[in-house]
């Protein structure tokens, strides 16, 4: 009778073994989710002014360091690590009148406009604590991409573009399980060391490199599905 008694447990326990192993590893499925975050607000560039200008070019120039932040970034997720593609972009415009000094000597004013727009797309990824069981969420991401910049005054349009680096670190609140919202701060950073004004390709000097860094701050909303 016992001989009997022992194979049959023997086989419900493989069963409960198995059956643990399955349920394992559908709950690992069902956390690889997808996310996708969009986030807007506004960045302010950290490039030094250059010195010796007029207090007319200087509040002409503060126009342009600082303006509109949005990026947009998709997630594969793994556990607590995400793997995806992340782009930003900032645009700022700043309107002025500016003085200048011909040949002979005589100064006069003249009106001027120039709209500045800095693009960043590259391969990100992230951590984040989106599976755990809390409503307080915490993500890191930093990714590696190209960062670019066009600038236009009039008919003179200047293009350019580098390597590229974004970082930002967020905190949000989770409203349901598919929703997060809250706010987050980040980088992106880059220098320019070559132009094109107009088609001409120009090389900078280093002490008239342009640089791109900026911080921003944002609302950021997150999709899970």
């Excluded at 086989?11 to 690992?28: E, R, V």
Aim: net charge positive.
């Amino acid at each position: 009778m016992k001989s009997l008694i022992f194979p049959q447990k023997f086989k419900m326990m493989k069963k409960l073994m198995l059956l643990g192993a399955i349920s394992t590893s559908l709950l690992s499925f069902a956390q690889r989710k997808f996310s996708f975050i969009p986030s807007v607000g506004y960045g302010w560039r950290v490039a030094e002014t250059p010195s010796g200008l007029s207090k007319q070019e200087k509040d002409y120039i503060k126009g342009l360091k600082s303006g509109l932040h949005f990026d947009l970034s998709a997630y594969y997720h793994i556990n607590n690590i995400g793997i995806g593609l992340k782009f930003s972009n900032y645009s700022a415009s700043s309107n002025g009148i500016l003085s200048t000094r011909d040949s002979q000597g005589n100064y006069f004013s003249f009106p001027v406009s120039t709209h500045d727009n800095i693009t960043f797309i590259g391969p990100s990824i992230m951590y984040s604590n989106y599976n755990e069981p809390t409503n307080h969420k915490l993500f890191l991401d930093a990714a590696i991409g190209v960062i670019s910049y066009t600038t236009k005054t009039g008919n003179v349009k200047g293009t350019g573009s580098n390597l590229g680096l974004d970082a930002g670190f967020g905190y949000q609140y989770a409203l349901s399980d598919n929703i997060f919202i809250g706010p987050k701060l980040s980088v992106t950073a880059g220098t320019l060391s070559k132009m094109k004004i107009n088609g001409q390709t120009l090389d900078l000097p280093d002490n008239q490199k342009e640089g791109l860094t900026r911080v921003s701050l944002s609302g950021v909303v997150t999709f899970r599905f």
